[in-house]
């Protein structure tokens, strides 16, 4: 199997697709729930449309995207790079804290992949099961939070089937695991605590995101 292309040209495709799907979505409910499955169409989209295109193993690269307190997306950004000594979560937290200075967010959804499994005895993580374990699933994992305390927690599972179709299970909405719960509240308080700019400009907003290793996008 050849490599999947490089992060910066999966981030271009996926920034082009998410952009379509999320303008047309505009003006959602701004209940959890449905900020988060507006993430997830766009998601799926961006998912089906980068496998046919780039191959097998392209992944949908680490986002969140920030949303003002009527459900409009306000901007978005797309993971492209992140050190090794930084963990996925604290690169989306960071992101919240600067989304939320600069554009002043009442909420955030982030997306990205992983697996998922029922619970189990085995010991071992969910990476080192998945080749041999059927009961292991790849999926896109989403979490909202808003600056309230809601929040939202889905999965939806998938397969990659024959011409490179994704088949797509029924998503799974919960409240999540204990880690899902240590995240929103976390982010909840980054939402809670972090002084708006009031007179930031979007540029700036896309900077500190690129310093992150964030490609960043103003959607105003």
Request: net charge negative.
């Amino acid at each position: 199997m050849p490599p999947p292309p490089p992060a910066s040209k999966r981030a271009a495709a996926s920034d082009s697709v998410l952009r379509g799907r999320l303008v047309a979505s505009q003006g959602m409910s701004p209940h959890p729930i449905d900020m988060t499955y507006g993430v997830l169409d766009a998601a799926k989209q961006t998912k089906s449309e980068s496998v046919r295109s780039m191959g097998v193993g392209t992944d949908v690269l680490p986002c969140v995207f920030c949303f003002d307190d009527t459900g409009v997306v306000e901007s978005y950004a797309i993971l492209i790079e992140n050190d090794s000594s930084r963990t996925l979560n604290i690169a989306l937290l960071e992101a919240v804290a600067v989304m939320r200075r600069s554009w002043g967010c009442h909420a955030v959804v982030w997306a990205h992949e992983s697996y998922t499994a029922p619970p189990s005895d085995d010991t071992r993580t969910l990476v080192e099961r998945f080749p041999t374990d059927p009961e292991v699933e790849e999926c896109i994992t989403l979490l909202c939070v808003t600056i309230d305390g809601d929040a939202a927690y889905v999965v939806q599972p998938y397969k990659v089937g024959v011409g490179r179709r994704i088949e797509w299970a029924e998503p799974r909405v919960g409240v999540g695991f204990s880690t899902e719960h240590e995240l929103a509240d976390v982010a909840h308080r980054i939402l809670r605590q972090t002084e708006v700019d009031r007179y930031a400009l979007p540029h700036e907003g896309i900077t500190a995101l690129g310093e992150l290793g964030f490609m960043a996008t103003d959607n105003g």
